[in-house]
């Protein structure tokens, strides 16, 4: 699962990769280069390129740039990229801990990856309500301005 925009690592796991030649196959994008990394002979790890539809799309992978892909059907699914409009509280106390914040928003999906992520720090777990809600318990925070994700 990933958003519209790209960037989700994908771990392929197989068995035959080899260092060269490398490309990944999202339904009709390829990527290859550092959309395509090496890992080892049984892994490597793809990154998704954006998408303008939203939906589940085959996931395919080549040794021989581009000349043949496997042809397993492991899918991939494009989800519209969750949208925060506004964080409630929208201020803290600094320091303290196991303080409840609910996030507003659209597009939050109901899976095990939520998350809310804090500036360029860690992310915490958060409790789907709703497609257009969220809390997440917050871990304690020095003062100052943080970015929720």
């Known amino acids: 699962r990933g958003g ?20 990944c196959r999202f339904g009709g994008a390829v990527v290859s280069g550092v959309g395509a990394r090496y890992v ?38 494009y989800e519209a990229d969750a949208i925060v409009t506004r964080v409630r509280p929208s201020r803290g106390i600094s320091g303290k801990s196991g303080q409840v914040v609910t996030v507003i928003g659209s597009s939050f999906q109901h899976t095990w990856e939520l998350s809310c992520r804090l500036g360029l720090g ?3 777990q958060a409790l789907y309500m709703s497609s257009t809600m969220v809390s997440c318990i917050l871990p304690a925070q020095n003062s100052g301005v943080v970015t929720v994700r």
């Open 122 to 124: 860690g992310s915490v």
């Open 4 to 23: 519209l925009v790209g960037g989700t690592v994908v771990s392929v796991r197989g068995s035959g990769f080899v260092d060269g030649g490398l490309q």
């Open 40 to 77: 080892s002979s049984s892994l490597i790890a793809c990154m998704s390129p954006s998408s303008t539809v939203a939906g589940a799309v085959a996931v395919e992978v080549s040794n021989n740039d581009g000349k043949e892909f496997t042809s397993d059907g492991k899918q991939f699914v």
